[in-house]
C-alpha cells in the first residue's frame, strides 16, 4: 500500500490536532484539593475554606462537603494561602504553598475545637 501525499497531509493534520488538544486538556491552571477534620480525624462537612494568592489578592472560596473533603479547581499558578473556618473550631491558615502550572496540591487542616469566647488562628 502506497501513501498518497492527500493521505499523508491528512494523517499529519490528524496527529497535530489530537496532540493539541492533549496539551490544552491538562491546563496551565492548578488546583487545591483538601480535606478538614478535628483532632481526633472526623471529617467535618461545611468548612469553609479561603484560598488567597499572595502575590495578586485574588480571593476565592471553597466548602467541604459531607466527608470533609473540598477542592478549588482553576487556580493561576502561584503563591498561595488557606485558612479553613467552622463556627466550633479554631481558624487553621497554612501559608506560602506553591501550586505549579497544571498540578494538584493536596492539604489537609486538624481544626482544634474552640474554647467558650477564644478562637486562634
Given at each position: 500500500m502506497t501513501v498518497t501525499p492527500p493521505r499523508l497531509a491528512f494523517a499529519l493534520i490528524i496527529a497535530l490536532?489530537?496532540?493539541?488538544?492533549?496539551?490544552t486538556a491538562q491546563g496551565i491552571d492548578g488546583e487545591?484539593?483538601?480535606?478538614?477534620?478535628?483532632?481526633?480525624?472526623?471529617?467535618?462537612?461545611?468548612?469553609?475554606v479561603t484560598i488567597v494568592n499572595t502575590e495578586t489578592g485574588a480571593r476565592r472560596e471553597a466548602t467541604s462537603d459531607d466527608q470533609g473533603r473540598f477542592t478549588a479547581a482553576g487556580?493561576?499558578?502561584?503563591l498561595y494561602e488557606a485558612t479553613a473556618e467552622?463556627?466550633?473550631?479554631?481558624?487553621?491558615?497554612?501559608?506560602?504553598?506553591l501550586v505549579p502550572v497544571g498540578?494538584?496540591?493536596a492539604v489537609r487542616f486538624e481544626l482544634r475545637?474552640?474554647?467558650i469566647?477564644?478562637?486562634?488562628?
Open positions: 490536532f489530537s496532540h493539541a488538544f492533549d496539551a487545591l484539593q483538601g480535606v478538614a477534620v478535628d483532632l481526633s480525624g472526623t471529617q467535618l462537612p461545611e468548612v469553609i487556580l493561576p499558578p502561584g467552622s463556627p466550633r473550631y479554631a481558624p487553621r491558615r497554612q501559608e506560602n504553598f498540578q494538584t496540591v475545637p474552640v474554647k469566647g477564644r478562637a486562634h488562628v
